[in-house]
């Protein structure tokens, strides 16, 4: 009898990780780590200057949270999964005072006080970020940063790699 409470307890564990990782891919992307070199290229495209605010929309381990940090951004990150969440916390816990972490679907945040967005979202999904960035655009403009995939009705004004940097005016 003692060994069913772990045998069961493993089993949640495990289905709980299986959710926690798959059911974004109903309205988001899996969890795919970006490297740090394509984070610090996405920061030098979007040429943020310190106290300017990033939203990273899938924000995953935190990487990007944390290099943006280190450059004096203010990062909002929004990210599903809790056991993420976990891990960006802990991993920004220095840069507490400039980085909020939000369990939460991006599709319900508010992006018009960005000044910056980075995303590695999925093909499908590119049209709607862009109708959702045209209709919330803020006054002084936005610049996107998308890793790997293209806004299909929208030039990027720049590329590094698989990046694209699309500019909202």
Not at 124 to 139: S, T
Request: proline fraction near 5%; charge should be positive; aromatic fraction near 14%.
């Amino acid at each position: 009898m003692g060994i069913d409470w772990i045998f069961w307890l493993i089993w949640i564990v495990a289905l709980l990780l299986v959710l926690s990782f798959g059911a974004v891919l109903l309205i988001g992307a899996p969890y795919m780590p970006t490297l740090k070199k394509s984070c610090t290229q996405a920061l030098d495209l979007l040429d943020l200057k310190p106290g300017q605010t990033l939203y990273e929309l899938g924000s995953g381990d935190g990487v990007m949270l944390k290099l943006a940090a280190q450059r004096g951004l203010k990062v909002v990150g929004y990210e599903l999964n809790p056991f993420l969440v976990f891990i960006s916390r802990f991993r920004t816990i220095r840069y507490r005072r400039q980085v909020k972490i939000r369990c939460w679907n991006f599709w319900g945040a508010d992006l018009s006080k960005a000044d910056g967005v980075f995303v590695f979202l999925l093909d499908r999904f590119m049209p709607r970020l862009d109708a959702k960035i045209q209709k919330e655009k803020p006054i002084k403009g936005l610049k996107l940063v998308s890793h790997a995939f293209k806004i299909p009705s929208k030039k990027p004004a720049a590329k590094a790699g698989a990046l694209f940097l699309y500019l909202y005016r």
